[in-house]
């Protein structure tokens, strides 16, 4: 059976896209796992955010891969292969967990698991995106928005789930979540299965072709690949990336040492303020998480009207004050609302980028360029959360500050590239571009 019969309903492969991004998207609860391994098995802040680094790394190299072979493969197959790698992922990390190996763990959660969420990452955003013309920004904006949903159900809910069943087992918590993963990730990837050529949804008339956009059309995707306009937006989305992760994985601790004086004096007992300094970051992770997702569905939505390298600058720009903001803040409150809008931001880069992709490079380019471009998420999975670690390991009581201003640095560089590029079609090396 090829992948473009029988034909499903165009909403119906959008949720179940969705569906499968906010399995993918339980990645970003990391937070919630940092601390109890750290504390169970000795390791160092740096050694455990490794795991998570890992994850992101593989999740934007195989997405690259994935992109550029999509057609080769079809849609399906990768998405059921990315859904099979993401679960064995989370066994191979139980079984690391038990060894108490943490280089087991690296492979099984962060390379093999990692892979997994590449191939399912890309997958739904490209698919969508083909069955719905008539409003790109908005529905690659809705199914990314799952994935930022992720965090929140698996910090929430599955998460403490598992951790109440097995009384604090991680080993037994990564295995129930491994096999959960194969249950619902494989279903919804079934679905992904591409229009036929030259598909329009009823009431919709494409625009009409001119010379420069025929012209562009004849550029293979390693033209566009290799086009300074390319290398141009992977910068601003590396920033962006950078900046927004090295929250994801340490908000959790941020808000718990925030928060250890005030609980200490309400909380005598030291297995009580333990847990709940761990609820309120796994509160936090939920909130957050909640932002993660409703950037991407916003922004994506907004970009639509402005243009997306206009939604890019204010993403980008507003976070530079938010950073600053954050150095001065003591409020627990006030931080976690801060944290919420770097969240909003940092989703909105993934809500925005397919769009802006296939606005300038192309609906047929468009798997190849974007799975290339998320070679940025590989790259921002790796130095974000790394410097946060190190800073955090040896720093001492600067830490938050120097994350801050670091924070704020990729920001000020990624609006600064904003500001040379634009939402013209790219149509080559010899156009101004």
């Known amino acids: 059976m090829s992948d473009t019969k029988p034909l499903p309903n165009r909403w119906t492969v959008a949720i179940m896209g969705t569906l499968l991004q906010v399995c993918l998207g339980t990645v970003y609860a990391w937070s919630y796992f940092q601390k109890p391994i750290v504390t169970t098995y000795g390791w160092s802040n740096s050694q455990t955010a490794w795991t998570f680094s890992l994850a992101i790394c593989f999740l934007g190299l195989s997405a690259a891969w994935g992109g550029i072979n999509m057609v080769k493969y079809g849609p399906r197959k990768l998405a059921c292969a990315g859904g099979i790698l993401f679960a064995t992922g989370y066994l191979i990390g139980a079984a690391g967990l038990m060894m108490q190996n943490m280089y087991i763990l690296w492979l099984g959660y962060g390379v093999i698991g990692g892979c997994g969420l590449g191939l399912g990452y890309v997958t739904p955003v490209a698919t969508a995106a083909k069955w719905f013309p008539d409003k790109k920004g908005f529905i690659t904006g809705m199914v ?3 994935f930022g949903f992720g965090a ?9 789930v598992f951790m109440s069943m097995t009384g604090g087992n991680l080993v037994q918590v990564f295995l129930y979540i491994g ?4 249950i619902l990730t494989l279903p919804a990837a079934s679905y992904m299965i591409n229009p036929p050529a030259g598909y329009c949804p009823p009431g919709f008339t494409p625009p009409v072709a001119t010379a ?3 012209a562009a059309d004849n550029l293979t995707a390693g033209q566009c690949i290799g086009s300074s306009v390319f290398y141009r937006m992977w910068l601003i989305f590396f920033c962006n990336i950078t900046a927004g992760i090295m929250f994801i994985g340490f908000q959790s601790p941020m808000i718990q040492d925030l928060l250890r004086e005030s609980y200490a004096a309400k909380y005598l007992d030291p297995a009580a303020l333990t847990a709940a300094l761990a609820g309120a970051g796994a509160t936090l992770i939920g909130i957050s998480s909640i932002f993660n997702g409703v950037g991407r569905f916003f922004w994506g939505g907004l970009s639509d009207k402005i243009g997306r390298i206009q939604a890019f600058r204010l993403i980008l720009v ?3 004050l938010v950073f600053v903001g954050l150095v001065y803040i003591k409020s627990p409150i006030i931080f976690g609302a801060l944290v919420c809008y770097v969240l909003l931001c940092y989703g909105g880069g993934f ?7 296939m606005d300038v490079f192309g ?3 468009m798997a190849a360029v974007y799975g290339t471009i998320l070679t940025a998420w590989a790259a921002g999975g790796v130095v974000g959360p790394q410097v946060a670690a190190i800073i955090k390991d040896t720093a001492g009581a600067s830490a938050g500050t120097y994350t801050f201003y670091t924070g704020a640095g990729f920001l000020i560089v990624g609006a600064l590239i904003a500001l040379t590029l634009s939402n013209n079609r790219y149509q080559g090396k010899t156009a101004s571009n």
């Open 152 to 160: 929140l159900i698996m910090s929430k809910v599955i998460a403490p």
């Open 351 to 357: 809500g925005t980028m397919p769009s802006f992709v």
């Open 318 to 320: 507003s976070q530079v």
């Open 179 to 182: 096999i959960l993963m194969y």
């Open 144 to 146: 990314v928005m799952g």
């Open 363 to 365: 609906a047929p380019r």
């Open 212 to 214: 420069a956009s025929q």
